[in-house]
């Protein structure tokens, strides 16, 4: 990708504007009088366009879990030719059968530098993940490394929302429902189904993304918080209507049950005009976070952090949790102030968007900005010896942590590691060896 098409795509972004509100009735248009008034699919929709409903709940859901939006289009979805199988790449899905679940620890360094030419959907790598996709239920962990641009195609996933976490470099991402620019620090959500196109910003892109089987993610309720603090509703935005009137070949690669799938329309299928409803992309600076903490003594607990929950039948226990570890104060009084050692029924990956993880040595052989660990249930982890022996004799003073941005995905189910995962060469050797030294303390009068 040229320097001029980065320049080109990052003027685009600097230039956008939202709507904000997470799970808001969004209206917008992009040519007046694109919307009709009073219903939703008229005789005749106005501008010579095509109504068109995108339904990410059942009908019958409840209205509070209930996600559609109408859209308004050039040509309907339905007028494509066939969708023929083309190879999947480095991108799997649940059911993970490959290998088997793993209680080991494990940690990788970043992904591999990309072959010249990958873009988004290229370079998107399976790291494991759970639950069957034909189900709907359960998570896979990705990572991208991008130094292009997708160019004349388009990507959807009818197996799962996307919700993608930018490491380095920014994404201008072109959706059915608008344009949404993508920085490290932000988040940004793709709903099942949704086309999008990735460009971008600079000369490479690396992150993560959690595809979500199973039910949307929504903000976690507050309990005992009350009616504010951790991720405010109005900090999402939503992309405003931007169309493409392209005619000319353009590839959609359909991701379906797992594989992927073809088809070369004759037209781009982000032609539409106007929309409104309350299912639709959205991005989100997790520098805006509101961090709940503790103002007296000991570490809260990780779920303090949540940004967005995939609730499951089972209330307080969710399918997947996005979590994140954002600049805060610690203040806690005779307080072992990193995290505590712990076993979970939950499985937590955790990624590093910049700096360091309070709880971790950063640098060459430890958890690095790009790279990742997976302690799956009930495996015991928490602070290294280094980390440990430094906190314990720290002097606790008000210490501001605010040189790192780190993340999680929780899920309920094992996360089992891809084949491509276990035999990486970028997968740490020896990372059990981080709590080798942990001394005997008892009977020594410590």
Not at 235 to 244: G, H, T
């Amino acid at each position: 990708m040229s320097g001029t098409d980065n320049e080109q795509a990052r003027k685009t972004a600097e230039g956008l504007v939202h709507s904000s509100g997470f799970g808001n009735e969004h209206s917008t248009e992009a040519v007046p009088g694109a919307l009709p008034h009073g219903r939703n699919s008229p005789q005749r929709a106005p501008l010579g366009l095509y109504a068109e409903q995108l339904s990410g709940s059942a009908f019958t859901e409840p209205r509070h879990s209930n996600q559609r939006s109408w859209l308004y289009r050039i040509r309907p979805s339905a007028a494509h030719p066939p969708f023929t199988r083309i190879d999947n790449g480095h991108l799997r899905s649940a059911p993970f059968t490959e290998t088997v679940p793993d209680p080991n620890r494990l940690r990788w360094d970043p992904l591999p530098e990309p072959a010249p030419g990958t873009d988004f959907l290229a370079g998107l790598w399976t790291l494991g993940g759970n639950g069957d996709v034909t189900q709907r239920a359960g998570m896979a962990v990705h990572l991208y490394a991008a130094n292009a641009s997708m160019t004349d195609r388009v990507f959807s996933d009818a197996d799962g929302e996307l919700l993608i976490v930018p490491q380095r470099g920014g994404l201008l991402l072109r959706t059915e429902f608008g344009l949404l620019r993508a920085e490290p620090g932000h988040v940004a959500l793709i709903p099942r189904g949704v086309r999008f196109r990735v460009e971008l910003l600079d000369a490479e892109a690396r992150g993560y993304v959690c595809e979500n089987y199973g039910r949307p993610f929504v903000l976690p309720d507050l309990g005992p918080i009350g009616a504010n603090g951790l991720a405010n509703a109005r900090d999402f935005l939503a992309p405003v209507a931007a169309f493409e009137d392209v005619e000319g070949p353009v590839q959609v690669i359909n991701k379906f049950c797992g594989n992927l799938w073809s088809a070369t329309y004759g037209h781009s299928p982000l032609d539409v005009v106007a929309w409104h409803g309350n299912l639709t992309p959205y991005v989100y600076d997790l520098r805006r976070f509101n961090v709940i903490g503790t103002i007296s003594y000991d570490h809260p607990d990780p779920s303090i952090f949540t940004v967005l929950t995939s609730p499951s039948d089972t209330p307080g226990l969710a399918g997947v949790d996005f979590v994140v570890f954002a600049p805060r104060w610690l203040v806690g009084e005779d307080t072992f102030r990193p995290p505590y050692f712990h076993r979970n029924v939950m499985s937590e990956y955790m990624g590093l968007i910049e700096g360091a993880y309070d709880a971790k040595t950063a640098g060459k052989g430890g958890f690095v900005p790009g790279g990742g660990s997976l302690h799956n249930m009930m495996s015991a982890h928490g602070p290294d010896r280094d980390t440990f022996d430094k906190a314990s004799a720290a002097e606790l003073r008000p210490q501001k942590v605010d040189d790192g941005l780190a993340f999680m995905f929780e899920t309920r189910w094992p996360v089992t590691a891809t084949e491509q995962a276990r035999t990486a060469g970028h997968l740490q050797k020896g990372y059990d060896e981080v709590w080798q030294g942990l001394e005997r303390h008892w009977g020594s009068g410590a």
